[in-house]
């Protein structure tokens, strides 16, 4: 723990010089502590959790879902990031990506049943998929839809002939 530890005598030319305390702390027991926090801590704090999208993919491959032309909105993303939608089979409109997220909920606002069809080219980015993604589970989750209804396809060459001059 702590010793007191006096120091005196004669001192130079013989004269009696005064008595000093020295004190010598034992410093262990504080180190223990201190490991023994930092080991605590280091056990009880959760690290960051790896992000998972759950992605639910149908049985069967060949399995055709039906869905009406009114209720499907597409949505294209070239490999320049240049994005189009469009409903239905109505003409394709090119948009900006500070313009998804509005024609995302004016849509779901019109008809909350309707389903979102994602074509993304190949050689397009992955950041841009998980983005236009995250942007329709908020809004869905804005609009309180619980049921999450969209589809992930990549681009064929139909598309790209119907994008291509826009």
């Known amino acids: 723990m702590a ?15 005064k008595k000093r305390v020295g004190v010598r702390m034992d410093m262990t027991p504080m180190v223990d502590v201190a490991f023994l926090l930092l080991t605590f801590f280091m ?16 049985p069967d491959s060949k399995v055709n879902v039906e869905v009406a032309e009114s209720n499907l909105l597409t949505i ?3 490999k320049d990031d240049a994005v189009f939608w469009n409903k239905g089979k109505d003409a394709p409109a090119k948009i900006t990506a500070a313009e998804v997220p509005k024609v995302l909920e004016q849509r779901l606002r019109e008809n909350p049943k309707i389903a979102t069809l994602i074509k993304i080219d190949r050689e397009s980015k992955y950041q841009k998929l998980v983005d236009l993604i995250d942007e329709l589970n908020l809004i869905q989750a804005k609009l309180g839809q619980t049921e999450k209804r969209f589809s992930i396809v990549t681009m064929d060459k139909d598309d790209d002939a119907l994008i291509g001059n826009l």
């Open 43 to 58: 056990l009880s704090t959760t690290l960051a959790t790896p992000q998972v999208m759950e992605i639910s993919l149908p």
């Open 3 to 17: 010793e007191m530890v006096e120091a005196g005598g004669r001192g130079k030319k013989g004269k009696k010089s």
């Open 76 to 78: 294209r993303v070239r």
